[in-house]
């Protein structure tokens, strides 16, 4: 496994935990989201970092982002679970630049012994060989096609994107074979693609998910550090519908007490730049992103803190999160049943959802083995 740094240099370890976890100065994380970088849930140790008077401190060089080169033996992801669309997802990247504070993906950072905060975001993995993975595995005897889902654990075009160019590469195969997919992201990035998303368009098989948490260019500053502005992910909204792309807009997650008033607000901006289908998901803090958010909010919205909590446990019975298939993604509760509401009304104002996108599948064709000859007839 090899690493390279922001100025894409070469070296022969993978990316390892800071020796200062737990404790990181703000000038180090400037520009990232979470505000620590606690262990992982299957750490036996937990490193903190304390001020031994020598003035050590002020000699920690900032966070720079990390990428080590991973090699899979299979791309596309399996999934049964019950409120979720899709059956079958790629995520072309472990880890996330991105640096949202509430991302829900942080904890499987624990699984590779790094931290679920600051490394979540500058420690990250790549898949070099994620095309040719995905080639085979359609190729195989009994795939049956349905809609891929790309970017549901981290976002497809985050930063490193712009060099590694994995998820083009990966539509550039789906594209080649017919095969349907989905796309969500927070980056104006995937505007660089439209050269192959708008032909795929034209045969209705793909459709793409601009997430806006925030209109407020501070807050999500502060929430998405490296991800787009939102006025830029209204961009790409109108730059892909002007493409004869179908576009929808995420509006999640919603957050009570900090982002839930836009709304309304959302769903307007993002149906006036074209968007057709809109859709929500309430806040979500499992395992270690839980600490890492009550931390977030501490540091950046103190004042609001406190009453954002108690909003969030009043959706989720009374804890802080709750697992439960059935009511995960909207929560329950007077606030979360008036909330739901708010959007229905907000989304048949504005024209959405007023007919959902369904990707064809019946188009597919499986990719020529390597070194097969094409048929004359």
């Known amino acids: ?97 991105h640096g949202c504070a509430y991302c829900y993906a942080r904890p499987t950072h624990a699984y590779m012994g790094l931290s679920p905060g600051l490394d979540f975001e500058t420690k990250l993995f790549a898949k070099p060989n994620a095309a040719e993975l995905l080639e085979k595995e359609l190729a195989a005897p009994g795939y049956t096609p349905r809609t891929i889902a790309l970017g549901t654990n981290t976002d497809p075009y985050q930063p490193i994107e712009r060099t590694h160019r994995i998820t083009r590469r990966i539509l550039e195969v789906l594209a080649r074979c017919n095969h349907p997919v989905g796309i969500v992201t927070k980056n104006h990035l995937v505007t660089r693609d439209i050269d192959i998303l708008a032909p795929m368009a034209e045969k209705g098989l793909v459709k793409v998910a601009l997430s806006i948490t925030t209109l407020d260019r501070k807050l999500s500053r502060q929430m998405e550090p490296r991800a787009s502005t939102p006025q830029r992910r209204l961009e790409a909204i109108l730059r892909l519908s002007e493409a004869g792309i179908p576009t929808a807009v995420m509006a999640a997650p919603v957050i009570p007490g900090l982002n839930d008033a836009e709304i309304e607000a959302i769903l307007a901006a993002a149906s006036a730049a074209g968007a057709r289908e809109a859709g929500y998901v309430m806040l979500r803090l499992p395992l270690e992103v839980r600490d890492l958010f009550v931390d977030w909010l501490n540091c950046n919205v103190p004042d609001r803190a406190g009453r954002v909590m108690s909003l969030i446990r009043q959706m989720r019975g009374g804890n802080d999160y709750d697992s439960d298939y059935t009511t995960r993604m909207r929560g329950t509760g007077p606030l979360a049943w008036a909330i739901g509401r708010r959007f229905e009304i907000a989304a048949e104002k504005n024209k959405l959802n007023l007919e959902r996108t369904r990707l064809r599948a019946d188009l597919f064709e499986k990719p020529l083995k390597r070194g097969a000859q094409l048929a004359l007839f």
């Open 1 to 97: 496994m090899r690493t390279t740094n922001d100025a894409g240099d070469l070296s022969n370890a993978p990316p390892q935990p800071d020796s200062e976890a737990g404790f990181v100065l703000p000038g180090q994380r400037r520009g990232r989201g979470s505000a620590t970088n606690a262990s992982g849930r299957y750490e036996r140790f937990r490193l903190d970092s304390f001020d031994d008077g020598w003035g050590s401190l002020d000699e920690l060089p900032g966070l720079k982002t990390q990428v080590a080169l991973e090699t899979p033996r299979a791309i596309i992801t399996r999934n049964q679970s019950p409120d979720i669309s899709f059956d079958r997802s790629i995520n072309p990247y472990r880890g996330c630049e």
